[in-house]
């Protein structure tokens, strides 16, 4: 028996079964863009650790910076003793983001931890307790960020009763918004409006260019503030550090998680100080936020940024995804819209039908499978589980890119030649 199906067995035995697997495979080591699973098989990751990975597995800055820190101290618990990685933390990050005024940061462990936060302080600072969110939004699957997030199965369901006054409309029209207000909640309610600049989970969807600004406008003729999800956007993934820069709208708090440590637990609430500083001594924060061997982790994947140019890169890969999407759109009928901007990328797959093309979830597992036969790695998304989305480190080399791409255009075409999506999606 392989090592992986041993391991799967013993995983099917004690893990539940609702902590679900894209692939049953076990991995034994990762660097750059590359895994190798316990069976010493070679995989190429296009999926990085679901957007973690942006500086690649096992960065040598990154392992360095944990190294260094873990033989010096791993934890003290910020609200006892406080570490210097997280304060130097927090200066770099209220640098980083967008907004040219004072700010604060708060380090949690999660990306759903910080969007709580977040909302928590929105609340706090606002006196308001509604909180205005989209269709296809994904904040995360604690009770309060499951309540904020849209698709029913597999994140809601038999989940509820949900966190009360959150109120969603569709993503992309701020004419609803307006609505909303009227007809639905006074915006003297409301403290605020969370948004992802692109929908990670929701499919890798973009808003029209004027949806920010507009939204920005109406938040801010109200007093309502704007909070901007980043934790799968950010980090550079669109080639900017966050995707919320592409529509010039300066948001009042940022939430950030995933690549920020490059795979150690770590997420962050970033924004104006006055609204940050609201809350009283004691009502925020956790025990292991900020942990010092995560924010030296932190630390180490912005210098790599900085010395790599990581950011002119995601453009680049971007600009290379950009054109292979549109040569599989053109030349297979299974592949339907493209999404995303910078190297923050996905296509659908479609079954073609009498009445136009549908959302084929089928043909997206069936790919997922056939990559992975192949040797690459990918993931789905979406309200239809029809998406496919890159999310490969943003230095990945040429050769591995282009032997990843090959692999998914060999893959489409045995899709398209294959009777096998008979599934009626
Ligand atoms: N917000 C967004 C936009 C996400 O994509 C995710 C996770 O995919 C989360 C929040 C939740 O992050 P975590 O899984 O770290 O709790």
Redesign the pocket.
């Known amino acids: 028996m392989s090592r992986n199906k041993e391991l799967l067995a013993r995983r099917r035995e004690i893990v539940p079964r609702a902590v679900y697997n894209t692939v049953p495979v076990f991995i034994a080591t990762g660097s750059g863009s590359l895994l190798t699973d316990v069976d010493g098989r070679k995989i190429i990751d296009f999926a990085g650790g ?2 973690v990975l942006n500086v690649g597995h096992c960065h040598p800055k990154v392992v360095e910076a944990i190294r260094d820190q873990a033989g010096r101290c791993i934890h003290t618990c910020f609200h006892i003793t406080m570490t210097e990685p997280y304060v130097e933390l927090a200066e770099k990050l209220c640098a980083l983001t967008p907004g040219d005024f004072p700010k604060m940061a708060l380090f949690l ?7 709580e936060n977040a909302v928590k302080i929105a609340r706090y600072a606002t006196g308001r307790p509604a909180i205005v969110t989209f269709e296809n ?6 009770l309060l ?1 499951m309540s904020l997030t849209s698709k029913v199965k597999p994140y809601k369901y038999g989940f509820g009763p949900f966190a009360p006054e959150i109120y969603r409309i569709p993503f992309g029209d701020a004419d609803r918004f307006e609505d909303l207000l009227i007809n639905h909640v006074a915006p003297e309610s409301v403290a605020a409006v969370i948004a ?1 600049p692109v ?3 929701g499919g890798f969807l973009t808003p029209p260019p004027d949806f920010f600004p507009r939204l920005a406008e109406l938040c801010c003729e109200h007093g309502i503030l704007f909070i901007d ?5 950010g980090m550079g993934r669109t080639g900017r550090m966050f995707a919320i820069e592409h529509s010039n709208v300066v948001p009042d708090l940022v ?1 950030c ?2 690549s920020l440590a490059a795979g150690l ?1 770590l ?1 962050a609430v970033v924004g104006r100080r006055e609204i940050m500083d609201a809350p009283h001594v004691g009502g925020l924060g956790g025990t292991f936020g900020g942990n010092p061997v995560a924010c030296r982790a932190a630390l180490a994947v912005l210098e790599v940024f900085a010395e790599e140019r990581l950011l002119e890169k995601a453009v680049s890969l971007g600009a290379k995804l950009e054109r292979r999407l549109q040569a599989w759109k053109r030349n297979f009928k299974v592949v339907g819209e493209l999404r995303g901007i910078g190297s923050m990328r996905a296509f659908e797959l479609v079954k073609p039908t009498a009445d136009g093309p549908r959302p084929s979830k089928r043909s997206a597992i069936r790919l997922i499978e056939l990559c992975l036969e192949r040797g690459l790695l990918v993931l789905s998304c979406g309200a239809h589980g029809n998406t496919i989305r890159m999310l490969m480190p943003l230095a990945i080399p040429d050769d591995l890119l282009e032997r990843g791409l090959s692999i998914i255009e060999e893959c489409l075409r045995e899709l398209e030649t294959s009777k096998g999506d008979r599934d009626g999606e």
Do not use: I, M, Y
Request: charged residues 25%.
């Open positions: 679901l957007g462990s999660s990306g759903a931890e910080a969007v939004a994904f904040h995360g699957r604690t960020a992802e929908q990670g989970e999800d980043e934790v799968q956007s939430v998680a995933k637990p997420s």
